[in-house]
């Protein structure tokens, strides 16, 4: 694919519309549409030379038992879905001040360990060109409601008998159903 150019089609609070415009191997235009949170996308590069957007917590209990997670409920799917703890990292924040802050309003609960980062990832890379940095750990404390008035967010601890049986009927988001899958089938 041959990068031709980008044309902003609309603004918006929290993200903006995009069109992209490519060659392809076929010598054919192609129009990709996009989202990004990046208000101002001039070039190629833009699309992925930027600093992670948000951070996406995976968190276990002390004794490495149980995961957390967050039974929210999503406006723009219009349902409860399963999905870590996650959030925006703010303009001159660390990524790991960003966790411990919205690890602690979502949730009510405190960052205690970080045990691992993981690089950058995409959260959804067939529409978006966000970035994610994966900060594994481990929380504890009493749960509380969010902080939030926007986001209806009920917290829980999950053993692997119950996130076994949660995957057999609720909704999730795909990297929180493919982590919880593996983490319920671990021996």
């Given amino acids: 694919m041959e990068f031709l150019g980008i044309t902003k089609k609309e603004p918006g609070k929290f993200i903006n519309r995009y069109n992209l415009t490519y060659r392809t191997k076929d010598n054919k235009e192609k129009i990709y549409e996009i989202i990004s949170r990046d208000k101002d ?9 930027k600093p992670d957007d948000a951070v996406v917590l995976i968190m276990h209990n ?11 409920f999503r406006l723009s799917v219009g349902e409860w ?42 959260g959804a890379v067939g529409f978006s060109n966000e970035k994610n940095l994966t900060i594994i750990g481990v929380a504890s404390g009493e749960f509380a409601e969010s902080s939030s008035t926007v986001e209806e967010i009920e917290a829980g ?11 057999k009927t609720a909704r999730f988001a795909a990297r929180t159903q493919t982590y919880c899958y593996l983490f319920a089938n671990m021996e």
């Fill in 41 to 49: 996308i001039k070039n190629f590069s833009d699309l992925h030379d």
């Fill in 81 to 122: 879905v399963y999905n870590f703890p996650a959030g925006l990292i703010e303009p001159g924040e660390a990524p790991t001040e960003a966790a411990k802050r919205e690890l602690k309003e979502e949730t009510g609960l405190d960052l205690i360990e970080i045990t691992d980062t993981l690089p950058t990832s995409y």
């Fill in 62 to 72: 002390k004794e490495g038992d149980k995961l957390l997670l967050n039974k929210e």
């Fill in 157 to 167: 601890w999950y053993g692997k008998e119950e996130l076994r049986d949660l995957l």
